[in-house]
């Protein structure tokens, strides 16, 4: 079983920056890939950035250049960090983790809302 617990979503102005975390615990050994989705109002998760255990990353074309997802394996700590965020980057934003299995788990989400 793998806990996985978020932090750091809130209120910011457009333009502005905000850093997400998300520790795992439990059967973290067996993990090999973490990521980010997020599920703006009225619409359906979706992929944000995703980070394998070597360190290879992947993005949604669309926030390319203004995400950056990193890890601190010895923390099992996933981090997004978020520059230029846009009013349509509102969303509860979820982690997720993976093992060798296949065997997925999800953070309970946090908010992050940008307006002005």
């Known amino acids: 079983q793998v806990e996985l617990v978020e932090s750091g979503g809130g209120l910011v102005q457009p333009g502005g920056s905000l850093r997400l975390s998300c520790t795992a615990s439990?059967?973290?050994?067996?993990?090999?890939?973490m990521g980010w989705f997020r599920q703006p109002p009225g619409r359906q998760r979706e992929l944000v950035a995703a980070?394998?255990?070597?360190?290879?990353?992947n993005y949604a074309d669309s926030l390319k250049g203004r995400f950056t997802i990193s890890r601190d394996n010895a923390k099992n700590t996933v981090y997004l960090q978020m520059n230029s965020l846009k009013p349509e980057d509102t969303a509860i934003y979820y982690c997720?983790?993976?093992?060798?299995?296949?065997?997925?788990?999800w953070g309970q989400g946090t908010q992050v809302t940008v307006s002005s």
């Open positions: 439990g059967s973290f050994w067996s993990i090999n890939r």
């Open positions: 980070i394998t255990n070597g360190g290879s990353t």
């Open positions: 997720n983790a993976v093992n060798m299995y296949d065997r997925s788990w």
